[in-house]
């Protein structure tokens, strides 16, 4: 069972995991992020390959990703867009 899961059910009290999984699990609240000297992040990354087929349309996909409508939504859902 995993974190935000496991504090729903009543298993746990306190769970650490991400904020995005614990913004969606009911029955369970967000208490706020870890202290930034102890914080840790997945980064993501994206590319498109050389021979992509659709070349274009990836990379204006990506090019949406950095868009700040979609900073806004990535932030309302608990990730931090990076740069």
């Known amino acids: 069972m995993r974190g935000a899961e496991a504090v729903a059910s009543g298993e746990v ?3 650490v995991t991400q904020i995005s999984e614990i913004l969606y699990q009911k029955g369970a609240e ?18 498109v390959a050389a021979g992509a087929r659709q070349a274009d ?3 204006a996909l990506l ?11 990535m932030k ?6 990076a740069g």
């Open 63 to 73: 090019e949406y990703f950095a868009a700040p409508d979609a900073v806004r939504v």
């Open 13 to 15: 009290e306190l769970g």
């Open 30 to 47: 967000l208490a706020g992020p870890l202290p930034p000297e102890i914080q840790h992040y997945t980064n993501f990354s994206s590319a």
């Open 57 to 59: 349309a990836a990379k």
């Open 76 to 81: 309302a859902n608990g990730l931090e867009p």
